[in-house]
């Protein structure tokens, strides 16, 4: 089956520093990647979709300049969190979409849980 | 707007039947998601309905009605590994997904 990692899969850091979160799907090429956030006992929140090569697009309310999305191949996403404070704080999922599958099933990582003190 | 509504939690005896129901509104419809997560992981697939209908899947089973923007997650034969949040998800017009709150489920011995 289509497998996503994401790597850290934990990371504490200081308030102020970057932080940032590896998306790779490990057996199948995804032309979209999404990023998730989750609050405690929250739904999933998009936070924008990546396309492979093009912008990301943001959802509203998501700040482009303080969370950097880069899709540079069909196998790798990062999510780059700057000048982190402690409200940055949450569950940072990313899923992927193969390429050019009629099914529209999105794959998701195992999460990277972010703690900025 | 787009809505999910899916209860916020319920209770199970283990070996018993549960159904989570889950009512939708989008702009377009792709197809209804669900999916299981355990505390402090990432969500697993389910079950993925576009056509009216029930699609059985081993213990689970998902259903959906178009006309009624309301589809079902039925569980039987609970086991205490079927403890998680069940998420409803709908896809709309533009492939995005629009996830409901999701729905804890806890099973008692």
């Known amino acids: 089956g289509a497998v996503v990692s994401q790597h850290p899969s934990r990371v504490i850091c200081k308030s102020g520093t970057s932080v940032k979160i590896e998306c790779r799907s490990l057996d199948f090429q995804a032309t979209t990647m999404f990023w998730y956030r989750q609050f405690p006992k929250q739904s999933l929140m998009l936070m924008a979709t990546?396309?492979?090569?093009?912008?990301?697009?943001?959802e509203q309310g998501v700040e482009k300049d303080k969370f950097l999305i880069n899709h540079a191949s069909l196998t790798l996403s990062t999510l780059t969190v700057t000048s982190a404070h402690p409200e940055d704080s949450s569950f940072y999922i990313c899923?992927?979409?193969?390429?050019?599958?009629?099914?529209?099933?999105?794959?998701f990582g195992p999460g990277t849980r972010l703690t900025v003190l | 707007g787009q809505n999910i509504d899916q209860p916020t939690e319920m209770t199970a005896t283990e070996g018993a039947i549960v159904q989570i129901n889950c009512t939708y509104q989008?702009?377009?419809?792709?197809?209804l998601f669900w999916y299981q997560q355990h505390a402090g992981e990432a969500p697993t697939f389910l079950s993925y309905n576009v056509l009216d209908g029930l699609e059985e899947k081993g213990r689970f089973s998902s259903f959906l009605s178009r006309s009624k923007g309301y589809s079902y997650l039925l569980l039987k034969e609970l086991q205490m590994k079927d403890s998680a949040s069940y998420l409803c998800?709908?896809?709309?017009?533009?492939?995005?997904?629009?996830w409901g709150a999701g729905t804890k489920l806890i099973i008692k011995p």
């Open positions: 990546s396309n492979e090569g093009s912008k990301a697009t943001y």
């Open positions: 989008t702009s377009g419809f792709n197809g």
């Open positions: 899923s992927a979409r193969e390429r050019d599958k009629d099914y529209n099933e999105q794959f």
């Open positions: 998800a709908a896809m709309d017009s533009n492939y995005q997904l629009i």
